[in-house]
């Protein structure tokens, strides 16, 4: 990942203005209550550009007229922190992990004197004059929030008013949107640990009682197999929980005449897995049951089918919509061509992976090296069955290539493994 990381810096480089630096915070972890902090969870776009997952991070990227030159600048270790925390990253590991050449990593207390002279200095400096553009992460976490790096740099907005700012995030989106060999390996990790999640909820699913003990097979099973962590809150809707779209209570009795849609992930060095399926708690679809499952599943694998090099978002959520409706209208819940939001509300996938719902741009054609989720769903709320289908997908020159493919989703082969195991 260390490569992944100089080829991410180098690829930034080549998109940013002459005269300017990007500079990005890893940040920390929010306070949670007394003397309890939230899990750190590594700054996405911070550990993109240097592979190193740890808190109280700057990294600074310089680009003059002939030069580029990275600095990094991180927290010294103390007796206290390595007895109560646990040592920092040297600044040899910190080169070692991210290649960034050891001169340029000093501690934190040298941050405004360097950037100082890197504004100031003309002529002799790095970049061969005063510094003009400035790129921040301009992300906000909500629409309602400033962005985290504003916060962070009101002294040098307020010390240095003449530099221009520019939003580093619409960079980094796009440079996220193609994954290089080293990302895609640990999206197929992660899928690796979450197929092993949902064969341990399916030998499982016969004796539980509650939506709870299945999420906790899911979290046994990815952290025996060495994954971190969920990616998301993980999904466990029975009945007609599984036509909200969000339901994470996972608080419900199990009612054996019920499908579960589970929605999870695991986690793989903060690459992200996604995968949604749907099972019959008695361990045999009911008729209706797999005549709406496997509407659904004609659907998945056609979209899955569509999906090459030029397509877009659009033409592919069109044609989800559109066979949906054909579906829909199969089951007998609709009659003409219209209203088939009434079952189908969102849209059919998203991109994966450093987060779950992965930067990005919306209306940029598919290419090879994109990773997809292909996601359709029917939710049928007066008969309390819900089902999604999820894989996770790689676009290739040839078209798809499906990263999750082992997981089973043929309802056949669902009800045997359910069977095998009660
Ligand atoms: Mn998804």
Redesign the pocket.
Known sequence: MKEHAICARKRLYERMEKKSAALLFSGSAPHKTNDQSYHYTPQRNFLYLTNLPEENMILLMTKGDEEEKTYLFIEENTERRIKWEGARLTKEEAHERSGIPLEQIHYLDRFARTFGSLVQHSGRSAIGGPLETLYLDLAPRSVKDTPESLKKTKDIRRNYPELKIKDLNSHTAYLRMFKSEAEIDKIKQAIHHTRKGLSNILANLSRRTHEYQLQADFLHAITLSGSEGTAFDTIAASGKNATVLHYTDNKDPLDKKDLILF?L?ALHESYAA???RTFPLSGKYSKRQREVYEAVLRVQKETIKKVRPDMTWKDLNAFAKERLTKEAQGLGLLEGDEGIEKYYYHTV??F?GLD??DVGFINEPFRKGMVL?I?PGLYIAEEGIGVRI?DNILVTDKGALNLSESIPKDPDEIERIIGESS
């Open positions: 929605d992930g996604d995968i949604s996938g998203h994966l779950v719902h989720t996601e999820e």
